[in-house]
Every structure is written in C-alpha cells, then in structure tokens.
C-alpha cells in the first residue's frame, strides 16, 4: 500500500509554499512507499514509528525539504530495501542539492537515511514553525494509540 503523497501533480509549482508535518504515527505491516512522499514544499517528519516498509519510507519529487526528527526506523529483512528516503525522477546531480535532515532519529536493522542539501541551513528549519521533536526514544510511547479509525458512516467519530 502506498500510504500519503503531498503535492497535486509534477507541475503544479505553487506547491512549494505547501508546509505539512506528519507526526505521531506507526507505519507497519503491508505498506510499501510514501510515508511521505512529497512534490515540493516544506515536510517536517517527527517522532513517528517505522517498523516495516517494501522499498521505502520517505520520498520525494521535485526539490521538497525534508527535515526528519525524532523517528524511529527498523528496516525490513532485505538487503535491498535498508534506505529510508528515495528521490523520485531526478538525478544525483539535481537531487543533492535538496535538503533533507535526519536529527536525532533512530536507525536499527541497517536502516539508514541519505541526506542532502545545505545541512547548515537544517536548523533554521528545525526551529521555524516547527513542532519540538521528542527524543526518538519516546517513539514507542508517543505512538501507541495512533492507527485507523473505525468510524461508522452518518455518525459521529
């Protein structure tokens, strides 16, 4: 399952002033890529649980940055899949100039996270209009009750 994608479509620029935080979650069994991906803008990813993903956890497209912090991330058994972040449709030579943080996060079962960019310019992010990360430690705690809900139609949920 592809989870969320933030950005309407490859070309719809005004997406760069988007800014989202995706927060306090646990992504889990069955789910393959884009928790997040995202088409330009601002992506702050704080103190959520990755215990399982098919061939990554978070993307993007189109020079989004990305400042992670606080998450926890076990890899999956295979070998091939152990990178957290994927850049989609860009070359080495364009996407390394897009920054994207890890800060604090915590990496198990060889799972690790490629940055990029300017990292000088990673706290000025981390600070602005940003949510205070808890230490990744707490990750287990903070996502707990998170999940879906079982909402009935016409009633309140």
């Given at each position: ?5 933030f950005?309407?479509?490859?070309g719809?620029?005004?997406d ?8 306090f979650n646990?992504?889990?069994?069955g789910?393959i ?6 088409r ?7 103190n959520?649980?990755y215990?399982?993903w098919h ?15 606080g ?19 860009a ?20 799972a ?7 990292l000088?310019?990673?706290?000025s992010?981390?600070k602005r209009?940003?949510l ?18 079982h ?5 309140p949920?």
């Amino acid at each position: 399952m592809q989870v969320m994608l933030f950005g309407a479509t490859n070309g719809y620029t005004r997406d760069e002033m988007m800014q989202i935080t995706v927060a306090f979650n646990h992504f889990d069994e069955g789910l393959i890529q884009r928790m997040p991906r995202c088409r330009y803008g601002f992506v702050h990813v704080v103190n959520n649980d990755y215990s399982h993903w098919h061939e990554y956890a978070i993307g993007g497209s189109y020079h989004p940055t990305i400042i992670s912090q606080g998450n926890r991330f076990i890899a999956p058994q295979n070998p091939f899949s152990k990178e957290v972040t994927r850049r989609v449709d860009a070359p080495e030579s364009e996407w390394n100039n897009w920054l994207w943080t890890t800060d604090n996060d915590l990496f198990f079962n060889g799972a690790f996270f490629v940055e990029s960019g300017d990292l000088k310019k990673k706290d000025s992010f981390a600070k602005r209009d940003s949510l205070v990360a808890k230490p990744a430690t707490f990750v287990e705690q903070l996502t707990r009750f998170s999940g879906a809900l079982h909402c009935i139609e016409n009633t309140p949920c």
